[in-house]
C-alpha cells in the first residue's frame, strides 16, 4: 500500500489545544456505555488508512500516497480538475436524521458529481474534518461511507486532515482527469435543454422527515444518500456544450449556465411532463401537499447532470436524457418557464 499524508503533527488531541495537524497525546473514541477508551492519534491515523484502501487503476500516477507532508501524483498529458465542498452538522445535515456513513457517502457524491460535471473522471481525494474528542467512532464510519463511493467511481483518498471542534464538519477536496473539460459557460442559442433523470426525490424526502412523516420511505433515503449512476454524466459529457451539477435546484442551476453563457434559458413545462417519472413525482408531491413543478425546480441536492447540446446531437442526445427546454437570445442571464421569468429559488448558504 502507498505511504499515506495522513500526518503526525505536534498538536494535542485530549489536551489543552482545540486544533490538531494530526499528532499529540490522545484522542476519545466513544465506545458507548461501557465508557470512553483514550486512541492515541496515530492509533486514529493508523485506522483510517486501512479504511481508505488504494485504486488499482491509479498506481501509476500516484507517487507519493499517505505519510508525507503532501501527497504527490503524476498528470500524463490531461486536464486536471479540482473542487471542494464542506459540510457542517445542523446546516447541511441533522445527526438525528443521518447516520455517519451516510454523512461520508453523501459528501463524497457532491464531490465526486462536480468533477464528472467538469466532463472529466475523478481520481484522487482529499479528506478533512472537524470532531469531538469522543467521536471517534463516527469518524470512521464517515470514512467508510466516503470510501464507498470513492471504490463506485475507482478513485483514491490520498490525505487530509484532523481538528477538534464542537460541530462535526467534513471537508472533501476532489481531483479529477480528462482530456476536456465542460464549462457552464458554452451554451449557445439554439442549444437544447437536458436532464438524465427527474429531480424532486431529495426535497420530498427532505420534506417528510421535517414533518415527522414516512409516505415514501425511498425519497428519504434518496435525501440521505442521494446515489446516482455516474455513467449519465459520463454520456451527457460527450455531447454536453454546457453542463452543471443540480446541487442548489433546477431552476437556480439553470440560471447560472444563463448567466456563465450570457443567454437565455427557457424550460418548457410541457416537456417536463412528458418525463417518464413525472406522474409518480406529481402522486407523491400531491400527498405532501408541494405543486409538482415548484418540486422539480427546486429540489436541490439531487447530483444529476443538466446540461445544453446542439439539435443536431438530439437523437443520440434523447436515447439516455430528457428534453426540457432551451437555450435562447432571450433576457441575458435569466431563467423563463412559459414564456414567464422564473423567481428563482433554491438552496443559498446566506439567505
Known sequence: MPESPWREGSAEWAGTKEQSTFGGSGLRANRGRSG??????????ARLREIFKPAVRLAGQLKVGIGDDAAVFSAHDSLIATSTDIVTENVHFN?????????????AIANIADIFAMGMKP?????????????TDSLFEIAR????????VDAQV???????????????TAFGEGERCVLRSGAEPGDDLYLTALPGRSLMGLTQLH????????????????????????????????????????????????R????????????????????????????????????????????????????NDRSEVESFAHRIGRVTEGAIGELLLDGDLVEVKGFDHFS
Open 260 to 311: 456563465s453563457s450570457r443567454v437565455c434559458i427557457e424550460i418548457d413545462s410541457q416537456l417536463v411532463m412528458k418525463h417518464p417519472d413525472f406522474v409518480a413525482v406529481e402522486k407523491l408531491a400531491s400527498k405532501l401537499g408541494l405543486d409538482v413543478l415548484t418540486t422539480i425546480l427546486e429540489s436541490g441536492e439531487e447530483h444529476t447532470p443538466l446540461f445544453t447540446a446542439s439539435p
Open 145 to 152: 461511507g466516503i470510501q464507498v463511493e470513492a471504490e463506485r
Open 95 to 107: 445527526r438525528s436524521w443521518s447516520d455517519a456513513k451516510s454523512i461520508g457517502r453523501k459528501v
Open 158 to 172: 490520498i490525505g487530509g486532515d484532523l481538528s477538534l471542534g464542537d460541530r462535526l464538519t467534513v471537508s472533501i
Open 36 to 45: 470512553d477508551v483514550v486512541m492515541k492519534e496515530g492509533e486514529v491515523i
Open 123 to 135: 481520481n484522487f481525494l482529499l479528506v478533512s474534518a472537524t470532531i469531538a474528542k469522543s467521536d
Open 211 to 258: 414533518q415527522g412523516i414516512s409516505v415514501d420511505q425511498e425519497c428519504i433515503n434518496f435525501h440521505l444518500v442521494p446515489e446516482r449512476d455516474w455513467e449519465s454524466f459520463e454520456r451527457a459529457g460527450k455531447f454536453a456544450k454546457s453542463m452543471i451539477d443540480i446541487s442548489d435546484g433546477v431552476a437556480k442551476d439553470a440560471r447560472e449556465i444563463a
